[in-house]
């Protein structure tokens, strides 16, 4: 088998010199509201998400009609639904901080209690009790920033340093593994197996386009998200659900064949947990799935494909915070997420009507990096962040299994 | 040999790939092993020669975590490799996936 040949894909979507009136509808979205207000207008960020609504409405997606602000508002629809505060130093979703080390700055996010668990390991430090931040703060003021990434790296923290993909402006990299004539989103067969806000979103995008979307879980280690059932629902609401017990050999065997019926398959895994599960992507992209798409923090490749990250902590990776008397802080809501998942939608309408098998390489710190581009002054009052038009509908864990199986053939 | 542990000392294997970080650690020194050899706690000190001793193959999994049964040790792979980690020349069992985080 040849080796990955990574190529940025240009994106299609982008429509340079093209008139976006950033301050308003930054106001409206939502995005505003949950930024500290002397951070000024991300006008990237407005831009990237009107050039991926309008590139994906023409489609048939039509965001513009389920939320607001033209459709921009899809960047705060997960802090709606949650309720969550403004961010500041600390994330929205309360989970992530910005951090000083004795070089500069990292973002971090604890997210479970096990993560709790390695940070003696992390910092040298004793054990910290369920509060660690205090702990961590004092012991990353005296650390280097590289030594704090490599080694959380190691453990499987998510730790992004400020800006170390501030270069790294290809949200999208494509490896073409062989031929396949074009095809219209409607009617493909999308498997998701990404948790979370990203993946979800494009699969949901995908689904309002005219795709058959079909989301599988493990029926041991679930969607965390089911925790926060509006959210949830309005992601999943045009899906299928299949539970496979992925811990087993049968389990891994029948996921192994419905990977082979998709045309599609959206993941974010790190590559090794699907490998360990017996899973070779691109094997399976030249005779199955014609289009991978991996969305992770950092990309597939190398060291930086065994690194965990989320939507905040891999914004600041790249580069993607406002600026208040010198020091960062987080934009909106987990910001790299919903533009990761639309970048990952708009690939795969892009990818399919050109043709071709490809492995897809969507990194959240990519993404956030080619985003960044300065800030505007505010325009307006800011409006709080508002809930789809379209509410979803619940989808109990497993609620198609055997209609879906059944359905492809799958014993 | 026995080495005393502590959150964050790494073990690298004299026989094999195997790296492990030490994320638990019990109070007293040990006799860990990784493919039944002492491991060094130095990468630039690792032989360069030296077999993985039988009933210590198997390997170990890069993000696995490995446990002894009282629940005072456990080692993080940070390497995969063809040794397994033992402790007094029990092999180590792996923990269970963590579950997915809720939110971020």
């Known amino acids: 088998m040849r080796p990955a040949d990574w190529q940025p894909l240009g994106p299609v979507w982008a429509r340079a010199g093209a008139t976006v009136e950033s301050g308003s509808l930054w106001a409206r979205s939502g995005g505003q509201w949950l930024t500290d207000p002397a951070v000024g207008v991300p006008v990237g960020v407005v831009r990237s998400l009107v050039e991926l609504v309008e590139f994906l409405d023409l489609h048939g997606a039509g965001l513009a009609d389920i939320s607001s602000a033209s459709g921009v508002g899809v960047v705060a629809e997960r802090a709606a639904c949650l309720g969550l505060p403004p961010a500041g130093a600390v994330t929205a979703g309360g989970a992530g901080r910005l951090l000083r080390c004795r070089d500069g700055w990292v973002a971090v996010s604890i997210t479970r209690e096990s993560d709790i668990d390695v940070i003696p390991a992390w910092l040298d430090v004793p054990p910290t009790g369920p509060d660690p931040w205090p702990v961590v703060e004092r012991a990353l003021a005296t650390r280097a920033v590289a030594e704090v990434r490599d080694r959380a790296a190691l453990l499987g923290l998510a730790c992004g340093a400020l ?7 290809s949200p999208v990299l494509g490896d073409r593994r062989g031929e396949a004539g074009p095809r219209p989103v409607a009617g493909l067969v999308v498997v998701n197996l990404a948790s979370l806000w990203a993946g979800p979103l494009a699969a949901d995008v995908l689904a309002r386009s005219g795709a058959r979307v079909i989301t599988v879980e493990s029926t041991t280690r679930p969607d965390g998200a089911r925790a926060t059932p509006e959210f949830f629902e309005a992601l999943h609401g045009r899906c299928e659900s299949v539970a496979l017990p992925l811990g087993t050999e049968e389990g891994r065997r029948r ?9 599609v398959v959206i993941e974010g895994s790190r590559p090794r947990a699907l490998e360990q599960m017996g899973i070779d992507a691109v ?12 969305i992770t923090a ?25 600026w208040v008397d010198g020091e960062p802080r987080f934009l909106a809501d987990a910001i790299a997420d919903p533009l990761a998942g639309l970048t990952a939608a708009a690939s795969v309408v892009q990818l399919a009507a050109s043709g071709g098998r490809w492995m897809v390489d969507v990194a959240l710190a990519r993404v956030a990096a080619a985003a960044s581009a300065g800030f505007a002054p505010p325009e307006g009052e800011a409006a709080p962040p508002s809930r789809r038009r379209d509410p979803g509908a619940p989808l109990p864990l497993g609620r198609d299994t055997e209609a879906v199986l059944a359905d492809l053939g799958i014993p | 040999m026995t080495m005393q542990l502590k959150p964050g000392t790494r073990l690298y294997s004299a026989v ?7 994320i638990r650690a019990p109070a007293d020194p040990i006799a860990v092993t990784i493919g039944g050899v002492d491991p060094v706690l130095d990468a630039g000190e690792r032989p360069g020669a030296g077999e993985v001793v039988e009933g210590h193959g198997g390997g170990s999994a890069m993000g696995k975590r490995y446990v002894d049964d009282a629940g005072t040790l456990e080692l993080l792979c940070t390497k995969a490799g063809e040794g397994a980690p033992a402790v007094d020349g ?15």
């Open chain 2, 16 to 22: 094999c790939e195997t790296e492990l970080m030490t």
């Open chain 1, 163 to 169: 800006g170390e993909r501030s270069d790294d402006r």
């Open chain 1, 255 to 263: 996921l192994a064949r419905l990977l082979e019926r998709a045309d």
């Open chain 2, 90 to 104: 029990v092999l180590l069992g792996t923990k269970d996936a963590k579950a997915l985080p809720a939110s971020d």
């Open chain 1, 298 to 322: 950092h990309g597939r490749a190398g060291d930086s494909g065994m690194r965990v990250g989320f939507g905040d902590d891999a914004a600041v990776a790249g580069g993607l915070v406002g």
């Open chain 1, 283 to 294: 094997e399976l992209v030249e005779r199955g799935p014609r289009l991978w798409v991996s």
